[in-house]
């Protein structure tokens, strides 16, 4: 789900999981405020208990800040997977 051209805005649809020590802390609070990218929830599942969390987040703007985001949930220690177009949300 890119597009755009070169440094123009594109859209991002990334599965991205959290370890267990993740589970509590503010993760989406922290990467609005790292990036200008919009992010925007499709699905997520968190279970506190067992400490497991899971989100698809649909990630858009320019494409440097849309990189600034995936680059900081994985230098926080998310998982992050990219879903190609055409994919199943549902997966994971």
Known sequence: MTGGEPGGPVRRLVHCSLPPEL????????LVRASQAVVNVHRA???VEAGL???????SGPAEEVGRAQAWLADHGVTVEPIEPGGREGAG
């Open 53 to 59: 969390a899971w989100f698809i987040l649909e990630l």
């Open 23 to 30: 589970v509590h802390e503010p993760v989406l609070h922290g």
């Open 45 to 47: 599942n968190v279970d």
